[in-house]
């Protein structure tokens, strides 16, 4: 199976708002409602932002949101701070019983 | 708090077999499927395996299929994975990762709750090289 697409990065501002999607297919992403999203510093484990398309674990700002639409799914971050430069990855369960993630994205905070 | 923590990575010649572990604390270990991901150096994250909160459920990504095997043993929190035939393109770090989600509700068990993953180790880095 090939890996979900992501945009290799985006850019924003602090305080704007920012939108990464994550393409997949009818049998990983547009299949379930089981689409999360990771948050990776340099040099550490990734870190769950997202599960089950939106919802947010304890302790993560309402700053991040998830959405999907059909086979793509998508992660927003409201309000820019510096503190979410970082790389994102999102992931899907699949038909096949398996896991996918993206190929990533880096966020830079301009 | 939940804390894992893997060991067993190092250098190993193309051909070589290598036997990761996971040590988890903190948390009723039976109770959740537990999985394996792994991420070459400045690339994406690839999951490899994952094995349900009683060992009964594995399941293998088709690029380590038949040459890796995950396997747990509850009386010590500890997971494993143990790898053959190891390839240069199976350098990277391996993360164990905890499902958020019990394995099973009420009896019923739902392979959707491998998945996603809550916690992570900080990671143990394989190399296969000659």
């Known amino acids: 199976q090939s890996a979900l697409t992501q945009p290799a990065s985006v850019s924003g501002s602090p305080g704007q708002s920012i939108t990464i999607s994550c393409t997949g297919t009818s049998g990983d992403v547009g299949g379930y409602n089981y689409v999360s999203w990771y948050q990776q510093d340099p040099g550490k484990a990734p870190k769950l932002m997202i599960y089950d398309v939106n919802n947010r674990p304890s302790g993560v700002s309402n700053r991040f949101s998830g959405s999907k639409s059909g086979n793509t799914a998508s992660l927003t971050i409201s309000g820019l701070q510096a503190e979410d430069e970082a790389d994102y990855y999102c992931s899907s369960f699949t038909s096949s019983n398996t896991v996918l993630f993206g190929g990533g994205t880096k966020l830079t905070v301009l | 708090e939940v804390q894992l923590l893997e060991s067993g990575g190092g250098l190993v010649e193309p051909g070589g077999s290598l036997r990761l572990s996971c040590a988890a604390s903190g948390v009723t270990f039976n109770n959740y499927a537990m999985s394996w991901v792994r991420q070459t150096p400045g690339k994406g994250l690839e999951w490899v395996s994952a094995i349900s909160g009683s060992g009964g459920r594995i399941y293998y990504a088709d690029s380590v299929k038949g040459r890796f095997t995950v396997s747990r043993d509850n009386s010590k929190s500890a997971l494993f994975l143990q790898m053959s035939s190891l390839r240069a393109e199976d350098t990277a770090i391996y993360y164990c990762?905890?499902?958020?989600?019990?394995?099973?509700?009420?009896?019923?068990?739902?392979?959707?709750?491998?998945?996603?993953?809550?916690?992570w180790g900080q990671g143990t880095l394989v190399t296969v090289s000659s």
């Open positions: 990762a905890k499902a958020k989600r019990t394995d099973c509700t009420n009896g019923v068990c739902y392979t959707s709750n491998l998945y996603p993953f809550d916690y």
